[in-house]
């Protein structure tokens, strides 16, 4: 891909592609390429065994959606990632506003499935908004805590709990948890690297686990979840059993693509446990390969953000890789047995069209933050990266 499209482009190109191509870090967006190929790949795995037990006569009919999902997602982060600062920042305020709208309106008018009223369904096409409110989010709070760290009587801080507090509520009101504890270490990420004093950090984190603690008693999906965790043998663990004799039948180097057995027995096995159908098919060595390439995109996009120069650009973007990264810790810890079930995807790898276009947005958005535009990263503004790490 690098070798090819940098002949295409001269660095004397100054067309919007051309300054795109060589501003952008291709490292990142290599890496999400290849995340969004093994995306595809899997759904093919998966697609026929979930086709069979839901009774759809097309076996493919999970991974032609996948690859559309997955095409206009690229599409998507490609399109976001030329904005520039200040464009970022207006899409975030359009998105929030109407992703909230969007879920106050979701009691009357929303879709109920396993008990959480998430989705806006029209025609054959599900939309859930807090997946596109989590990115505009976590933008519109560094804004907000960069204007307020520059002393011009802007209440910053106020605004973006504010804005936190929204989102949460409607959140619970669903309820989703799951995603409740997602923008919150985002948030608290956030908050931590717009350089606060640590004593509001460590108030945010009581919190926060005073909160997280609360749904156990005041939500019985949670109860349940939790139960199921802590004393398997007192209750119904079939997903997470079959998941995890899955993940352990793949071995070192799996049984072979389409030859998975046990993922026939996984009931969400191509949406919140396509882990466990990789780690069978294509084995320990494959799944360790994946998580390494979540690790490089977060651990670089981080790198990139602390070396911006401007307070929300840095901020901003090191909210949304670990926005990535903790949705991906999630999901694996969730497959491995670890923690309680989420109901959270693995980014760009499970199927579904409201978290494939939200994925594309956030790293649409992470991309353009960290573009090497002039001034960005110092006086002179230099082209180009010259090392992974660079």
Same mark, same amino acid.
């Given at each position: 891909?690098?070798?090819?499209?940098?002949?295409?482009?001269?660095?004397?190109?100054?067309?919007?592609?051309?300054?795109?191509?060589?501003?952008?870090?291709?490292?990142?967006?290599?890496?999400?390429?290849?995340?969004?190929?093994?995306?595809?790949?899997?759904?093919?795995?998966?697609?026929?065994?979930?086709?069979?037990?839901?009774?759809?006569?097309?076996?493919?009919?999970?991974?032609?959606?996948?690859?559309?999902?997955?095409?206009?997602?690229?599409?998507?982060?490609?399109?976001?990632?030329?904005?520039?600062?200040?464009?970022?920042?207006?899409?975030?305020?359009?998105?929030?506003?109407?992703?909230?709208?969007?879920?106050?309106?979701?009691?009357?008018?929303?879709?109920?499935?396993?008990?959480?009223?998430?989705?806006?369904?029209?025609?054959?096409?599900?939309?859930?908004?807090?997946?596109?409110?989590?990115?505009?989010?976590? @933008? =519109?709070?560094?804004?907000? +805590?960069?204007?307020?760290?520059?002393?011009? %009587? *802007? #209440?910053?801080?106020? $605004?973006?709990? !504010?804005?936190?507090?929204?989102?949460?509520?409607?959140?619970?009101?669903?309820?989703?948890?799951?995603?409740? @504890? =997602?923008?919150?270490?985002? +948030?608290?990420?956030?908050?931590?690297?717009? %350089? *606060? #004093?640590?004593?509001? $950090?460590?108030? !945010?984190?009581?919190?926060?686990?005073?909160?997280?603690?609360?749904?156990?008693?005041?939500?019985?999906?949670?109860?349940?979840?939790?139960?199921? +965790?802590?004393?398997?043998?007192?209750?119904?663990?079939?997903?997470?059993?079959?998941?995890?004799?899955?993940?352990?039948?793949?071995?070192?180097?799996?049984?072979?693509?389409?030859?998975?057995?046990?993922?026939?027995?996984?009931?969400?096995?191509?949406?919140?446990?396509?882990?466990?159908?990789?780690?069978?098919?294509?084995?320990?060595?494959?799944?360790?390969?994946?998580?390494?390439?979540?690790?490089?995109?977060?651990?670089?996009?981080?790198?990139?953000?602390?070396?911006?120069?401007?307070?929300?650009?840095?901020?901003?973007?090191?909210?949304?890789?670990?926005?990535?990264?903790?949705?991906?810790?999630?999901?694996?810890?969730?497959?491995?047995?670890?923690?309680?079930?989420?109901?959270?995807?693995?980014?760009?790898?499970?199927?579904?069209?409201?978290?494939?276009?939200?994925?594309?947005?956030?790293?649409?958005?992470?991309?353009?933050?960290?573009?090497?535009?002039?001034?960005?990263?110092?006086?002179?503004?230099?082209?180009?990266?010259?090392?992974?790490?660079?």
């Amino acid at each position: 891909m690098a070798p090819n499209a940098t002949h295409a482009f001269a660095r004397t190109d100054r067309t919007a592609i051309g300054l795109w191509w060589w501003t952008t870090d291709r490292w990142l967006l290599g890496a999400t390429a290849l995340l969004v190929t093994l995306g595809m790949l899997l759904s093919f795995a998966s697609s026929p065994a979930a086709a069979q037990r839901i009774g759809i006569d097309d076996q493919f009919h999970f991974a032609i959606r996948m690859c559309f999902f997955a095409s206009a997602s690229t599409v998507l982060m490609l399109g976001v990632s030329m904005l520039s600062p200040q464009g970022v920042r207006r899409s975030a305020f359009f998105i929030y506003i109407v992703a909230i709208a969007i879920m106050i309106a979701l009691p009357f008018i929303g879709h109920n499935a396993k008990g959480a009223t998430r989705w806006l369904q029209f025609g054959g096409f599900t939309l859930q908004p807090s997946e596109f409110m989590k990115p505009a989010l976590i @933008v =519109l709070v560094s804004w907000m +805590f960069a204007e307020g760290q520059k002393g011009e %009587g *802007v #209440p910053g801080v106020s $605004i973006a709990f !504010l804005l936190y507090f929204i989102a949460v509520a409607l959140l619970l009101v669903q309820p989703d948890v799951g995603q409740t @504890v =997602l923008i919150t270490v985002a +948030f608290g990420a956030a908050f931590w690297m717009a %350089g *606060v #004093p640590i004593s509001w $950090i460590m108030g !945010l984190g009581g919190v926060a686990i005073a909160g997280l603690c609360s749904t156990y008693f005041l939500f019985d999906h949670v109860h349940a979840r939790v139960q199921k +965790f802590l004393s398997p043998d007192q209750a119904d663990t079939h997903q997470i059993t079959r998941a995890a004799e899955a993940i352990r039948a793949g071995g070192l180097f799996g049984r072979g693509p389409g030859e998975g057995v046990m993922k026939r027995h996984v009931p969400d096995l191509h949406t919140d446990f396509i882990y466990s159908v990789a780690a069978e098919e294509y084995g320990l060595v494959f799944s360790w390969a994946l998580i390494a390439i979540f690790a490089f995109v977060v651990v670089r996009g981080l790198y990139k953000a602390m070396k911006l120069n401007d307070p929300f650009e840095q901020v901003a973007a090191a909210g949304l890789f670990v926005l990535v990264g903790q949705q991906a810790i999630i999901n694996i810890a969730v497959n491995l047995n670890m923690i309680p079930t989420k109901g959270m995807t693995l980014p760009f790898i499970s199927y579904g069209g409201s978290s494939m276009l939200a994925m594309g947005l956030t790293l649409g958005m992470a991309l353009a933050l960290v573009r090497k535009r002039p001034g960005a990263y110092g006086v002179t503004g230099e082209f180009a990266p010259q090392g992974v790490f660079a």
